[in-house]
């Protein structure tokens, strides 16, 4: 495939955990590189690249998404939330409480995708029994095997056991 | 990889127009799987058309004849939760919710879940020949690992599936898929939409390449009452279709007036046969009755050697969700077997 000469830089503004910020990118460049490498949140881990993993998982404009299967310059003008934008400082979102006190991560790689995508999951309203979180999960892989714990951890915050 | 262009479409006809100006420019929607191709290097766009900007595609409205509007650009997620689809078209929703993950489903569009590729290993292998890649390249997969492949409508030259759940129902309602392109509007019935690959395996579909999907519109009879979606795969969650069965039905005294059923899994498009349907008029929904058309359904089937075993796990899913369309209320998260 002949390259052909690069075409310019875009101007792309998102609002990034509360903050908007302009970034000057290639159209080829996912939001995933543009929160690591333009904008120095590496909170969002690059598991696969490919959508199969969930560890990329941030939440754009209210939903869970992948940010290695979008472009930067497709989420211009976006409200974006990363693991780095959900709890406060000195005090952690009741997930994250969560996740240490069910013991829900062991290497912690896929766990800012898991506890993004878990956030969302719940303000959208969905996933009411363990059965259906389990299912509406599955886009995030733990290779750890932390699963059972995951789905402990999310379901007390759900039963209101962490607020 | 290749570099790219990109344009965000502010209407239909500048996207329609950006389209044309270059064979290699491709439109650009949720994304999912045109992303994830192009980092494959089995896609090389020239400039991409984004449409996230076209406000008018993403909108879900009732039609005069009672059916349902469903905008090209309204995601895969919105589409399964909203209230009218829940409502009256639960075997869309159920669909719909059986494939991908939450995320993917939030990203993806109905327009583009029509659009995606088949997951055969060859096809995404570079290094292997592949007819519908490379036309005149050869297919490893009639004679190497073809436990995803095809056993109806498939040809010397390809043995691909398609892998859209939301295409197979789609096929059991009927849908009509809406395109515009220079030349203006067409409708094309969702049977006519996908086809069997030929000589020509390159093609998965029937629209130009310089139309645009506007809208998928259902007609006003959903199967509300009697609907199941079962789809059989190697696991329970974020796994293609090895085989997946949708069916409506519509009854009356306890016997069958109306029937479709759409087979995924099996073939270059979701597979039906109204023949097979007919078959079940005024005949009780019995598991003799689905065997009946599913011998009409499946019939010409080919095993390639690891995927023999589909041949008569179609035939028992199709019985088993004939079953399970009695009572909606079995049904589980991710269209899982139950009864």
Known sequence: ?163 | MNNFDYLRAGTIKEAVRGIATQPANQFIAGGTNLIDLWKYDLTHPARLIDLNGLDELKTITELPDGGLRLGALVSNNATAYHPIVEERYPLLSRTILAGATAQIRNSATNGGNLLQRTRCYYFYDVASPCNKRVPGSGCPAIEGQNRLHAILGESAQCIATHPSDMAVALAALEAVVQVTGPEGQRSIPIADFHRLPGNTPERDNTLAADELITSIDLPATGYAAHHSYLKLRDRNSYAFALVSVATGLELEDGKITRARIAVGGVAHKPWRKPAAEDALIDKEPSPEAFGAAADILLAGATGYGHNDFKIELARRAIIRNGAMALDPSCQRPGAQPSL
């Open chain 1, 1 to 163: 495939m002949p390259n052909r000469p690069d075409p310019p830089t875009r101007a792309v503004t998102l609002t990034v955990n509360g903050t908007a910020r302009t970034v000057h990118v290639a159209p080829w460049v996912s939001l995933l590189d543009t929160l690591r490498d333009h904008l120095d949140l590496t909170g969002s881990k690059k598991g696969c690249d490919h959508g199969q993993c969930g560890a990329c998982t941030v939440i754009c404009n209210g939903q869970r998404i992948l940010s290695c299967l979008t472009l930067a310059v497709m989420q211009d003008g976006a409200e974006i939330t990363t693991i780095e934008g959900i709890g406060a400082e000195g005090k952690l979102h009741p997930l994250q409480e969560a996740f240490i006190a069910y013991d829900a991560f062991q290497c912690g790689y896929c766990t800012p995708g898991q506890i993004c995508s878990s956030i969302a999951m719940i303000e959208a309203g969905h996933g009411n029994t363990r059965e259906e979180v389990k299912d509406l999960m599955s886009g995030n892989l733990c290779r750890c095997g932390a699963n059972t714990n995951i789905i402990d951890a999310i379901m007390a915050v759900k039963d209101g056991a962490h607020e």
